[in-house]
């Protein structure tokens, strides 16, 4: 059972009741919070061998544990507050390991504004760092994953590709999602975190349409390779969104002005389910999902 | 640096802010929610190897994560809500187990009425499962490990001393929590996660008080053994609480009759630091911190 099954069993093991404006399936939970407000609630776990290896600094580990859930409040639109962290490490890893954490946690912590109000520590077998993350959003400010509409033209930011070489002390596109969502009618929003190519997937898929991509529109990092190759790359952490032709326009247009936003256009939303990737010569090829998998 | 000095060194380092009405140092996270309420959190992991072993049925995984987290918003008074589940499995572990799990989770949530709406699967190492429970406490009714005052009388809920045999099947002490807290003045309040001996140093630490305990009164469990034994053995997951003489008349009256609590007073809250167990002829032996320690 491939991870997109599995989170297909559970989402209809765990059907949400209201107040639950979404459960599982986006990148944050939505909780009907005050009258202005919803309250978002995500959480990640990174664990070593799989998101960082055994000489990883644990300065990094901590921040990167951090940053991938900040990822997920900003792809949702809104702004992390509090942070809760469970830390289970080996025996062996001496004091200074868990300081180093718990620096690396602070100091994006303290970039963005997160209080870490909670947690605990354990013993496991290998380093395990869990962190449930709580932010909130005003109401119009949402965006979810599943509302991307036949005819919205799809952007990333950044580059693609870039991942592994990145993806411990990457910064994520908090203050880039915040000047979307509070500016823009956003149609549909995600992170890259498993790569274009399966987050791509999911988008389309939670909003029951198919995209275009266009191979030469596709900014890719250096040394990223083959387009194929990169957009099967996990760890961009770049946001990938979809917005209205006319609300594309206003973005473009403003877009680098004021905000530095650094965007790019690389395809569009249409009816028919599938996602195709475009070559030069206008031959499409049709992605199977894929993308960094966790139960291969 | 054990579990009790670097919960220490993260309570200086995060110290919180306000709307956070109790950061670190206590079972659950209090935010400023509504007017009426506050909000709860609590995060808890367990690992094979620390927490259950590799042969562990995998309902009882998913049962005693989601267990130990009730426990916490428990011993607030609180009531558990909204869950997040982050779940690392190795991966020689078959869909069977991840299901069983799931099965496990669900059977404890239906019972106390829990959604489960997010979270993320990940490959690890050794099996580690993550949960970040959030719940809600009406405001009178919040209990904090750090209200004890001298004079208090102190109970338990349930024996002592059973923890490793009932560990991973155990009911979380959620309807005599709420119905301490609803009913009665509970000056403080904590769950036995790590043994009688060392979470009442906690519960002394956080109020700035000494306790006496009494060998004759605590409550064992068959097969238990010595006194001293069964206090410093982890996840008995019962409450132990304080009030004053009072109002531990009226839980002493009313108990049992109508609610069916089965309470045991153990000893008193005194002025000064330290922990004592008092033996038959009232000798006194000073309890060193100690209990289950993750960071031996």
Redesign the interface.
Known sequence: ?K?LE??K??TR??R??RP?VK??GDD??V?DY?RDKYML???????????FTKGALPFDIGWKAMAVNISDIASMGGVPK?A?????VSPGRG?AF??GI?KGI?SICSRFDI????????????T?L?I?L?GEVEKPCLVKRDGAKPGDFLFVTGVIGEGKKKHMKFMPRLLEARELAKNFRINSMIDLSDGLGLDLQRLTGASSVGARIYKELIPLSKGAGRVKDAIYRGEDFELLFSASPKESKKIVRRRGKRHGLSLTLIGEIVKNRGVWLIGKEGKGTRLEPGGYE??K
Chains 1, 2 share one sequence.
């Open positions: 059972m991870e599995f989170v069993y559970l093991k765990f949400a009741k639950v459960g599982i944050c939970a909780l005050t609630l995500t959480s990640d776990m990174i664990a070593e061998g799989t998101h509090y809760l962290v469970s830390l289970g004091i868990l300081k718990t602070r209080e870490v109000i909670g947690g605990d520590t354990n013993r496991a077998g290998k395990v869990s449930a709580l966790h139960f």
